[in-house]
């Protein structure tokens, strides 16, 4: 499994509705995720109301991605075995 991100920033057609009324653009995170020649994408949205940032979001993503090539590695030793 490999995991991976980019920030990208969305620019809608229409100003988003939150809590800053009238933003034209908003940045997210771009999450990739690829097993056994499948790619799947999806996009981490932090909120504000629960704390969470970009830079939170991507910590949260690099620990999942380093336990997940934790977890191949170990998988690959046992089945070489």
Do not use: N
């Amino acid at each position: 499994m490999k995991l991976t991100w980019k920030r990208q920033t969305i620019r809608p057609r229409t100003p988003l509705r939150d809590l800053a009324m009238g933003r034209r653009e908003k940045e997210t995170i771009i999450i990739q995720l690829e097993h056994d020649g499948v790619t799947g994408f999806g996009e981490a949205v932090p909120s504000e109301l629960y704390g969470q940032t970009l830079d939170s979001c991507e910590k949260t993503l690099a620990a999942v991605a380093s336990c997940s090539a934790m977890i191949r590695s170990r998988s690959s030793r046992s089945s070489s075995g």
